[in-house]
């Protein structure tokens, strides 16, 4: 089975950190774009890093550029995303996409060819 598989989720305190997972099954992650995306109650699923197919390229949402780092292990086939630092605000089911684009291209979601299920990332006190 072809997938995508988050984990490294669950509840910190403000200014904690957690690492998430991102791991393919079935298929090899190195011809891929990776991003991150996270979704909070009521909100659109938004954009937060990206990692480029041989790890070169990143970029980063604003208001986390300083506190979360992506990165990826090929050998592994597994995407990572650090987040540190971390506010009530990050507060989101976090999934990961693989795409065939750049980068820069930022897809719409129906173009990206796998998602995984998603982890919940709760920061509260």
């Known amino acids: 089975q072809l997938q995508l598989v988050e984990s490294g989720g669950g509840l910190v305190q403000p200014g904690g950190s957690l690492r998430l997972s991102c791991a393919a099954s079935?298929?090899?992650?190195?011809?891929?774009?990776i991003y991150w995306f996270r979704q909070a109650p009521g909100k659109e699923r938004e954009g937060v890093s990206c990692?480029?197919?041989?790890?070169?390229?990143?970029n980063y949402l604003d208001s986390v550029k300083g506190r979360f780092t992506i990165s990826r292990d090929n050998a592994k086939n597994t995407v990572y995303l650090q987040m540190n630092s971390l506010k009530p605000e990050d507060t989101a089911v976090y999934y990961c996409?693989?795409?065939?684009?750049?980068?820069?291209?930022?897809?719409?979601?129906?173009?990206?060819?796998?998602w995984g299920q998603g982890t919940q990332v709760t920061v509260s006190s």
């Open positions: 079935g298929f090899t992650l190195d011809s891929y774009t």
């Open positions: 990692i480029s197919s041989r790890g070169s390229s990143t």
């Open positions: 996409a693989a795409t065939g684009f750049v980068c820069t291209v930022k897809p719409a979601l129906d173009r990206y060819n796998f």
